[in-house]
């Protein structure tokens, strides 16, 4: 869709792919129109039942591209700081920034991010606002926002915590240490270890895509809001959702492919 996101889909699933491998997918300007443009194809998009976030080349995505940087140092002729300097990234380009994750996380499917290479600052914040990421175990993971002085501001703050306890989020986000895949998935951070996180992505989602698409969103909702709600709240959600649900076409689908013990096949 651009020289700098593919996105296609098949059997339900959309594959997106950062297309900048000779920056190592880092995070520019036109990087961040075309990755909000990505999610907001499959947004409208109702046969898509399951996403797979991944990069090309040698990485998943380096980051910010350091041009960027140059916009927070920005002043204006009396010495003062400009209208666009106003945090981690100035102006515009943090607004696009914070949508290029919170996009993913809205979406009512689930989002995989296949990880390989490296993931570090924006790019590791990226793979955050996946549901699930695979991870090879060689990948490095970082938040390397301190290096250059600034909080990790594309949601990473409120994304990380709840996958691995805030200690453990203040550690990495204060010493900008590097991670390896194995153990980004022993401290939760990663879902599953690969060899090779895109086919395992595609296969996952392959599997995601076969299933009640209903029941999918359905289940992807409850968990995200058990994060932010009492357990009464969640628990009132999830009764009016279920009930929703149950006797639906999808479901008796589900019921008569799985008694039958064949494929289901369900209505977007």
């Given at each position: 869709?651009?020289e700098?996101?593919?996105?296609?889909?098949?059997?339900?699933?959309?594959?997106?792919?950062?297309?900048?491998?000779?920056?190592?997918?880092a995070?520019d300007?036109?990087?961040?129109?075309?990755?909000?443009?990505?999610?907001?194809?499959?947004?409208?998009?109702?046969?898509?039942?399951?996403v797979?976030l991944s990069?090309?080349?040698?990485?998943?995505?380096?980051?910010?591209?350091t041009?960027?940087?140059a916009?927070?140092?920005?002043r204006?002729?009396?010495?003062?700081?400009?209208?666009?300097?106003?945090?981690?990234?100035?102006?515009?380009?943090?607004?696009d920034?914070?949508?290029?994750?919170?996009?993913?996380?809205?979406?009512?499917v689930?989002v995989?991010?296949?990880?390989?290479?490296?993931a570090?600052?924006g790019g590791?914040?990226?793979?955050?606002?996946?549901?699930?990421?695979?991870v090879?175990?060689?990948?490095?993971?970082?938040?390397?926002?301190?290096?250059?002085?600034?909080v990790?501001?594309?949601?990473?703050?409120?994304?990380?915590?709840?996958?691995?306890?805030p200690?453990?989020?203040?550690?990495l986000?204060?010493?900008?240490?590097?991670?390896?895949?194995a153990?980004?998935?022993?401290?939760?951070l990663?879902?599953?270890?690969?060899?090779?996180p895109?086919?395992?992505?595609?296969?996952?989602?392959?599997?995601?895509?076969?299933?009640?698409?209903?029941?999918?969103?359905?289940?992807?909702?409850?968990?995200?809001?058990?994060?932010?709600s009492?357990?009464?709240d969640?628990?009132?959600?999830?009764?009016?959702l279920?009930?929703?649900?149950?006797?639906?076409?999808?479901?008796?689908?589900?019921?008569?492919?799985?008694?039958?013990?064949?494929?289901?096949?369900?209505?977007?």
């Open positions: 869709m651009s700098r996101v593919s996105c296609t889909v098949s059997d339900g699933v959309a594959d997106v792919r950062l297309t900048r491998p000779e920056k190592r997918n995070l300007r036109a990087m961040f129109s075309a990755i909000i443009d990505a999610a907001e194809q499959v947004q409208v998009d109702r046969s898509v039942r399951a797979v990069g090309e080349g040698k990485a998943f995505c380096a980051g910010l591209d041009s960027l940087f916009a927070m140092a920005d204006d002729d009396a010495g003062g700081a400009t209208q666009r300097d106003t945090g981690g990234v100035a102006g515009s380009i943090r607004v920034a914070v949508r290029a994750v919170r996009s993913w996380t809205e979406l009512p689930p995989i991010a296949a990880v390989h290479g490296v570090v600052g590791f914040q990226l793979a955050l606002g996946a549901d699930l990421r695979i090879a175990p060689d990948a490095q993971l970082g938040v390397f926002e301190i290096k250059w002085g600034i990790p501001d594309m949601c990473g703050t409120q994304l990380l915590p709840p996958l691995v306890g200690d453990v989020a203040k550690d986000m204060f010493t900008a240490r590097v991670v390896s895949g153990e980004a998935k022993a401290m939760g990663a879902t599953r270890v690969a060899d090779d895109r086919a395992a992505a595609l296969e996952l989602a392959a599997e995601v895509a076969s299933r009640n698409p209903d029941a999918i969103r359905v289940m992807k909702r409850l968990v995200d809001l058990s994060w932010g009492t357990l009464a969640g628990l009132r959600a999830e009764q009016e279920t009930e929703g649900m149950i006797g639906s076409p999808n479901q008796l689908e589900a019921v008569m492919a799985n008694l039958e013990q064949r494929p289901g096949k369900f209505d977007d």
